[in-house]
């Protein structure tokens, strides 16, 4: 039974970092991703500290505005300050986790977490962590149920928002002159992506958020050029992703967050080498 | 105060080992983060720096060892690797760059954490910190760390000095340089080379994560101040210095304060004023200047506005009301308000009866102005041979910035003309 909430954790979180992946890959924001993933850590300590726990919605909210304000701040940096966007990311994830390692050792006896959980989360406690009713019923582990509600929050936003997103990842200038507010679905996309971030944080860790964010977003994408099969085939990747890798972590005895990220990678490997030789095999002038 | 004191003479050889190590570590990798910055390759440093970790774990397991050497070796390897495949990926795929750094990143990084763990729970007591890597053992560098990794800094500077002419040749135009036969190739694997070292050493400082801030948040702030390479090179190592210095000395006063995550803040900080307040490209500076910029059009162009209103009687001193002014150019209302109360401040026009009236002072300024426009708009139509209804717009922006030096230019090559293209007088102050 352990092993089912890990893996289903795994799933749920893999599922809506890909989904929301494919957009940040089509938008050429990956590394806004990285960065985001990153700098929502002083967020999360600040949020442990005036809440006393992990659970608040208020510690959520916290933590997806400085997200937000991550991408606020690279955008001023590179409009403003004519900062190349590469630098501009580079110096703003790293000074605010900097300051969130700072905090964590500052506080380190009033916060339950340590630097090596920020970096790759601790899922294997998952089927530790029950979530009961007043009356004393189990409902099966909490960050399972966290992960579901986040889903469908994610699934919902991109039902919802399809046509919006769809046509400000493709064509801002056309976009803009229909009517639909670029600006608006660039925020919200982030806050999706900052909110992701910090449900996952505890579970798979700062970089291997990252991993699930990107590679099977990049694995679909070389695949199809049909947004909705990208979704569907990142979900699917981000979800093999998680269950192979729960199989590699348990052969290797080692951090299930870190062989679910390398089963990320090999999945890309594969995709990568297969089209790479169709499309060689394409290239190839016919024998007659 | 007794503290600094004791921190500065460095009698404590551990804060010796500690100061001068992070010090070189900090300052080479400024140097290389140079080249990294002007190369836009700012993310592909901190790819790199995720994707050593492997390999140190990988060297560990094969030698069995802590030896730095080895470990600094399989580090360098998996470094150089992540580099190919990132190159590769974006080359041979559709996915762009930032998305493959996103993936070689993430994986590499991944696949670490993962022999990291699978090497802590094998039992194998060596192990014990080797966890540093993530974040940086600067606290517990010995004098054997200090003298590889001090060595290796060393090297690698001595190198860019070396090299300094062709880096900078390739930094910022690698076409030309092929063009002139450097072996652009050769050197670009060399910088590359440098580059993977000065993070491999690096990490011991401050980890996996935060390294990325070491390479290239120096240049960053070096940049704002100069637009000069050597200057450049020589604030950002400067920075990285100091930082390190300053970082190492806040985790001397409070031991449980992390060394690394100290020196980022210390360097961003830096960084951070130096983008914000910098005099020439700082964001407060620059919209400062713009807002004079547009303080003094919004200024000029009312002044103008009088003299148009009363070119047709050449009764320059008349006076409008508040509404005339306001109907006669598209003026906010508060705009109108503030200009007027700026140049009745500087005498250039009074209020009579709530009438509004150029003096003396305004009606030269107001002159000139208008001589500008329309000389500008003569040029345009003589020398560029531009028709008379296609000027104006040019001169209208062009107006607030001709100098008197290019005014006397533009008066000789037109030989004081009298009339614009629009047959209006051009007026001249006697």
Redesign the interface.
């Known amino acids: 039974m352990a092993s089912f909430w890990i893996i289903l954790t795994g799933t749920l979180i893999a599922i809506s970092c890909s989904l929301l992946g494919c957009y940040l ?1 089509l938008r ?4 806004v ?2 960065a985001i993933s ?1 700098a929502v850590l002083p967020g999360i300590v600040l949020a442990f500290l005036f809440s006393g726990s992990r659970e608040t919605i208020p510690m959520l909210i916290g933590a997806a505005c400085l997200g937000v304000l991550t991408t606020v701040i690279i955008e ?2 590179h409009r ?5 966007s ?2 501009a ?3 703003t994830f ?2 605010l ?3 969130g ?2 905090l964590i ?2 506080f ?1 006896d009033n916060i339950d977490l340590d ?2 959980c920020v ?2 989360g601790e899922i294997a406690m998952v089927p530790l962590d029950i979530f009961y009713l007043a009356s004393g019923v189990s409902l099966g582990p909490r960050p399972v149920w966290i992960g579901g509600v986040t889903l469908i929050l994610i699934v919902t936003f991109i039902i919802w928002g399809y046509k919006g997103l769809f046509i400000t990842s493709f064509n801002e200038e056309y976009a803009k002159a229909i009517g639909i507010s670029a600006a608006f679905w660039h925020y919200a996309l982030m806050s999706s992506v900052s909110l992701t971030t910090v449900v996952a944080f505890e579970s798979v860790g ?3 958020v ?2 699930f ?3 099977p977003a ?1 694995t679909a ?2 695949i199809v050029d049909d947004l909705k099969k990208m979704l569907l085939l990142s979900a699917l990747f981000g979800t093999l992703s998680a269950i192979s890798g729960y199989y ?2 348990y052969t ?4 299930i ?6 089963m ?2 090999i999945f ?1 490997t594969i995709v ?1 080498i297969i ?2 030789i169709r499309a060689q095999k394409a290239t190839q002038v016919p024998n007659f | 105060m007794n503290d600094l004191l004791d921190f500065l003479s460095f009698s404590d050889p551990n804060v010796r080992f500690v100061a001068f190590g992070t010090m070189l570590l900090s300052a080479a990798a400024a140097i290389v983060g140079c080249f990294a910055f002007l190369r836009k390759q700012a993310l592909v440093g901190d790819a790199i720096a995720h994707s050593i970790l492997p390999g140190v774990c990988l060297a560990f397991i094969i030698s069995g060892t802590k030896n730095p050497i080895y470990l600094l070796i399989g580090a360098t390897i998996s470094g150089w690797i992540s580099l190919l495949m990132v190159n590769y990926i974006s080359n041979h795929s559709k996915l762009k760059s930032d998305t493959s750094i996103g993936i070689v990143l993430s994986v590499f990084f991944g696949f670490g954490i993962l022999l990291l763990t699978a090497i802590q729970h094998s039992g194998n007591a060596s192990q014990a910190g080797l966890d540093k890597f993530l974040f940086g053992k600067a606290a517990s560098l010995t004098s054997d760390d200090v003298t590889i990794f001090g060595s290796v800094a060393i090297a690698l500077i001595f190198v860019v000095f070396l090299f300094y002419k062709e880096f900078k040749l390739i930094s910022f135009n690698s076409d030309f340089a092929r063009s002139i036969g450097l072996p652009v190739n050769f050197l670009e694997f060399v910088l590359s080379s440098l580059t993977v070292l000065a993070i491999a050493v690096g990490i011991q400082a401050v980890g996996v994560v935060l390294m990325a801030a070491l390479l290239i948040t120096p240049a960053t702030a070096a940049r704002f101040w100069t637009h000069q390479l050597w200057k450049m090179i020589l604030i950002a190592t400067i920075l990285g210095a100091f930082s390190a210095l300053l970082g190492t000395y806040i985790s001397y006063l409070y031991p449980s304060m992390p060394t690394g995550p100290w020196i980022v803040v210390c360097l961003s900080f830096i960084a951070l004023s130096s983008i914000f307040f910098a005099p020439k490209n700082g964001i407060l500076p620059q919209l400062k200047r713009q807002q004079s910029n547009r303080l003094k059009i919004r200024n000029e162009n009312i002044l103008k506005l009088f003299f148009h209103l009363s070119e047709e009687s050449e009764d320059y001193h008349q006076g409008f009301d508040f509404s005339t002014l306001l109907e006669s150019r598209d003026f906010y209302p508060q705009e109108l308000t503030k200009g007027l109360a700026y140049l009745k401040s500087k005498n250039q026009i009074r209020i009579l009866n709530n009438k509004w009236h150029l003096t003396k002072l305004g009606l030269i300024e107001a002159k000139r102005i208008v001589r500008l426009h329309r000389l500008w708009e003569m040029y345009l139509n003589k020398k560029l041979k531009l028709a008379p209804d296609h000027v104006h717009n040019d001169a209208e922006a062009i107006e607030h910035i001709i100098t008197p030096e290019v005014e006397r230019l533009l008066e000789k090559e037109l030989n004081y003309p009298t009339k614009d293209p629009h047959q209006s007088n051009i007026p001249y102050t006697d």
């Open positions: 890959i050429k924001m990956a590394m991703g990285d990153h001023l940096f403003k300050a004519r900062l190349q590469d630098a990311i580079g110096i790293t000074w986790f900097a300051i390692i700072i050792s500052f380190a630097q090596d970096l790759y700062a970089i291997l990252v991993a964010l990107i590679v990049a994408y070389l590699l972590a290797m005895d080692g951090s967050a870190g062989a679910m990220a390398t990320t990678g890309f990568f089209q790479k």
